[in-house]
């Protein structure tokens, strides 16, 4: 079962080439669905913007082309960190894609430095808080059995719409009472050792 | 405010209320450490390798260095780099437990004030230097040095590490390795040598039904402690051991044990003699006792003993019967009464119990040494640095290489190991930190931290099991200037014998030449040296060939136990006292093993002078004041901390701070005991008898808040703990 969901999760940079070359315009922006069954965590955050090494497009990369977040955020179905992708993984479509673009250049520069771009964290919880994406991806996805290409409902429970945004923005708290909240709603664990180790 | 009363119910209920909207509050308050968004760096792997994933750990075995102990550990690495610490379950040593200065290793790591680039003196004052510059002025100033004018000072060190340092002082001709460690037992080892024939004995804890420990504190600081806590563990399973620990001052293993006996400082060799007497004479003694030793115990009657000691006489006979009632047992001594002037004389009279209640072939078995002497543990004591200063003061030597220790520091002040040092030609020291011994080179060589390095690890006590233990680097080195004690000592040896070691690329490709060119480390008949030599990496332990001995049991040497005098002018004793944590001092740079609590007193960070209530009645001190603790050699003050676990005569000032440099956590903090120790020598041995010194008390007008976990020392009435009266307990866990 497991094997299904990683199967649709690999895009082939073919298919999204097709797919950006099909599209134009700005596209049309559709509501966050909740995944079923899940209360959401009540709470919103005004995040800063943050300033990035390369303004990355969220945007176009799931919504106009429809790439699933773990394609890129590779680990966070195994392990507790999601994973900003490896320079080699956005060089895997952008050797061919966009080329033409500045900000593909500029990534291109950094891979031809054998160099990964300093990135801003935007999303973080404190050393003491123990959060692993692999836990919440396993309850709300596979366990759940929804959809794999639906996970970002998943992710935007903590995330947001990132799909909307171009680089990416804190919009939740992330505080001990937004978990909290959402673990009271969907029976996740009570124990201050949980998370607290 | 008056009209508002409150009772307690209500009170607790407006807390528990309170407390609550407070928590959800709380709860959604962001913190501002590490929350700011877009503050922090996160880099993607360029190119991960397969089997990397960002969050998940990957553990590396290797070797503790904390202590001389040896004790194999495991390495959790993740993103490239070491967080977290844990025992290896292959090491007899520790079977997969560690302590909290093991644990500690990764603050020695990322310690802020470990040194990053070598230093040179240059008119007086040490500056950054190049690799290649200082390695240069090494060869210069060591090219026409040669024979016993060039030494080496170390630390404990054994394996391949040791074997370096022999090569490098035999390339001078020089025989001048001395070994220096202010907490040892070599004094143990020399009567065990003497009276068994075999100097480091296994002593098997599992096997005994009790153990009689003279001061020996090995749950805390004797020999291995992780070892002797699993050996402990078992001794308590199942049918449980009954512990005895008689000493000045209550120890970690003190405060375990089932009978806590305060014994007159100085006079614990005249207890056991007592004992010795009484087993004699109620004729529980095991085989024949000679004719000279019955001479020997004759004046040794339980009034005398109890005169001497203060160890009333029917407490003696009770203590007597234990051991008799339950056997096998096991008698230690450790470091009170191996430092005291009568030091060998009176661990003499500890071993001799251990013959006269047949523990020989029960609990004490012959020791399983590693097979290759070369490779064998030099674990030391403080007669090294002894010699060792005395030579540099008499101007003898032209040459001192310095390595994993820090002898101006650790050296008592009586030594004036920094004077001395002053008249040797050209010093050069090998460290990770600017300590105070750092600050006396001509050239320092920044060492990696323990978990960059590579090694092998010879424990000094094994537990009966020969191994080579694996000290492999469990993330790449934090600054690019430092580089490894065996890559420091090869780039030593090549400058000297370049033909000889240019196959050596580094430490590295030497160890892994040496290991698998030894008979026993790669198994027999495997064609594929390297699979074989990644296999041990990963097990990090290596069993090897042993020796083992065969007890020849001598009581010849047992002689009367020299009574402590009494001084009007100086009635007190010190007791410079080492604990699990700070250790010698060498971990007084971190903060966590600072933080942590004297396991008796609970007093954290400082210093402090522990004392009798009687004592501090007589002075009219209570816990906070500050004392003056004078002796011939120099004074020094701290706050008093008074409490029942220490004999009225004692006064015990803890070791490990009083650091002049050492990094910011260190320098400056507490003071040290060790720098107003009379000169006293053990004869026999030579080795400093650091718990003879004699000092007296004044109250300072001062007074502060001694800063310690827990406000009181009694339950007030509460109970908190059961207790049962002395006699019930006498009755049922037969202390006769
Ligand atoms: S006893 Fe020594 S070697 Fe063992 S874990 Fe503790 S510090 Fe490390």
């Known amino acids: ?197 | 405010m008056s009209g508002f009363k409150v009772n307690r119910r209500d009170f607790l209920r407006v807390l528990g209320w309170g407390g609550a909207s407070t928590a959800l509050v709380g709860c959604d308050m962001p913190t501002t450490v590490t929350l700011e968004e877009g503050k922090e760096d996160v880099v993607a792997y360029f190119m991960p390798e397969e089997y990397v994933i960002p969050g998940v750990g990957v553990w590396y075995a290797s070797t503790c260095t904390q202590c001389a102990a040896g004790c194999g550990i495991h390495g959790r690495v993740r993103e490239g780099r070491a967080l977290k610490l844990e025992g290896n379950p292959e090491s007899v040593i520790n079977r997969g437990k560690t302590c909290m200065m093991g644990q500690a290793g990764v603050q020695a790591h990322y310690n802020p004030d470990r040194l990053t680039q070598p230093l040179m003196r240059e008119g007086g004052a040490l500056k950054p230097a190049s690799w290649e510059v200082a390695l240069k002025k090494i060869a210069e100033k060591t090219a026409s040095a040669n024979g016993d004018r060039v030494a080496w000072l170390s630390g404990a060190v054994s394996g391949h590490q040791a074997v370096l340092i022999n090569d490098v002082l035999n390339t001078f001709g020089s025989k001048q390795h001395f070994v220096h460690e202010t907490i040892h037992a070599s004094v143990w080892q020399a009567v065990a040598r003497d009276m068994l024939g075999d100097a480091q004995p296994v002593l098997r804890m599992d096997k005994a039904k009790s153990i009689l420990s003279f001061g020996a504190d090995f749950l805390g600081t004797w020999q291995s402690p992780v070892h002797f806590a699993t050996q402990y563990a078992k001794f308590r399973s199942g049918k449980r051991g009954v512990l005895i620990q008689v000493e000045p001052k209550m120890s970690l293993t003190g405060g375990s044990a089932d009978a806590w006996v305060a014994v007159r400082p100085g006079t614990e060799g005249i207890l056991a003699l007592g004992i010795a007497q009484n087993l004699v004479k109620r004729g529980w003694a095991k085989g024949e006792v000679p004719a000279k030793l019955k001479e020997v115990l004759a004046k040794y009657e339980l009034g005398m003993v109890a005169n001497a000691t203060g160890v009333a006489g029917d407490r003696i006979q009770r203590i007597t019967a234990a051991l008799k009632d339950h056997a096998p047992s096991l008698v230690l001594a450790g470091a009170p009464v191996e430092g005291g002037e009568n030091g060998y004389d009176a661990v003499s009279a500890v071993m001799l119990l251990n013959i006269l209640l047949g523990n020989i072939g029960q609990t004490i078995e012959p020791a399983a040494q590693f097979a290759e002497a070369r490779m064998q543990a030099r674990s030391g004591g403080t007669r090294g640095a002894l010699e060792f200063s005395k030579l540099a003061a008499a101007k003898k030597l032209d040459v001192a290489f310095i390595s994993h220790a820090n002898p101006v520091y650790h050296a008592p002040g009586f030594m004036k190991m920094k004077d001395a040092m002053a008249n040797v030609g050209f010093k050069v020291v090998m460290t990770q930190f600017p300590d105070e011994t750092a600050m006396q080179a001509d050239v320092v060589l920044p060492l990696y931290s323990a978990i960059e390095d590579w090694g092998t690890h010879v424990a000094a006590y094994n537990g009966g099991v020969a191994t080579l233990s694996f000290q492999q680097p469990l993330m790449e080195p934090l600054y690019k200037d430092t580089r490894g004690f065996g890559d420091v000592a090869l780039s030593l040896l090549k400058q000297r014998k370049p033909k000889e070691y240019a196959a050596f690329n580094d430490y590295y490709a030497y160890l892994k030449a040496s290991v698998s060119n030894m008979p026993a480390a790669v198994a027999k008949g495997d064609k594929n040296k390297d699979a074989a030599w990644n296999a041990l990496l990963q097990k990090g332990v290596l069993e090897t060939k042993a020796t083992v001995g065969k007890f020849k049991v001598n009581t010849a040497t047992v002689a009367a136990v020299a009574d402590v005098s009494a001084d009007v002018q100086f009635p007190y004793r010190l007791l410079p006292s080492a604990r699990l944590g700070l250790w010698d001092g060498r971990h007084a740079n971190s903060p966590w093993l600072q933080e942590s609590p004297d396991q008796i007193s609970k007093v954290v960070w400082g210093s402090w002078v522990e004392m009798h209530p009687v004592t501090a009645a007589k002075l009219g001190v209570k816990s906070g004041d500050y004392v003056r603790v004078t002796s011939a050699q120099g004074s020094l003050e701290a706050q008093a901390y008074v409490f029942n676990g220490i004999h009225p005569e004692a006064i015990a000032v803890p070791l490990g701070q009083g650091h002049q440099e050492y990094g910011r956590y260190a320098k400056g903090l507490g003071v040290n005991p060790y720098a107003i120790l009379n000169p006293v020598i053990e004869k026999k041995t030579g080795e400093v008898a650091a718990y003879a010194t004699r000092v007296s008390v004044t109250k300072l007008d001062k007074s502060a808040r001694l800063v310690h976990m827990g406000s009181s020392d009694t339950q007030m009435g509460r109970k908190l703990v059961s207790t049962i009266p002395a006699t019930v307990y006498r009755r049922t866990e037969g202390e006769a």
């Open chain 1, 1 to 197: 079962m497991f094997y299904k969901h990683v199967c649709k999760l690999v895009l082939p940079p073919v298919l999204m080439f097709v797919s950006l070359l099909l599209i134009s315009g700005a596209p049309a922006r559709a509501e966050l669905a909740v995944p079923p069954g899940v209360t959401p965590p009540v709470g919103t955050h005004a995040g800063e913007d943050v300033p990035q090494p390369i303004e990355f497009p969220h945007d176009i990369h799931v919504n106009i082309n429809k790439i699933n977040c773990m394609y890129c955020h590779t680990y966070a179905r195994r392990s507790k960190v999601a994973g900003i992708p490896p320079t080699s993984k956005c060089m895997g479509c952008h050797k061919m894609i966009a080329t033409d673009k500045p900000r593909i250049q500029k990534l291109t520069e950094y891979f031809t430095k054998k160099e990964s771009p300093k990135w801003k964290k935007v999303h973080d919880v404190p050393d003491f808080v123990h959060f692993s994406h692999e836990r919440h991806i396993k309850k709300f996805v596979f366990d759940a059995d929804l959809p794999v290409e639906n996970v970002e409902q998943v992710c935007g429970l903590c995330h947001g719409e990132i799909k909307a945004m171009t680089v990416a923005k804190k919009n939740k708290p992330l505080t001990m009472g937004f978990c909290r909240r959402c673990h009271e709603a969907n029976g996740g664990p009570g124990d201050c050792w949980k998370c607290h180790k």
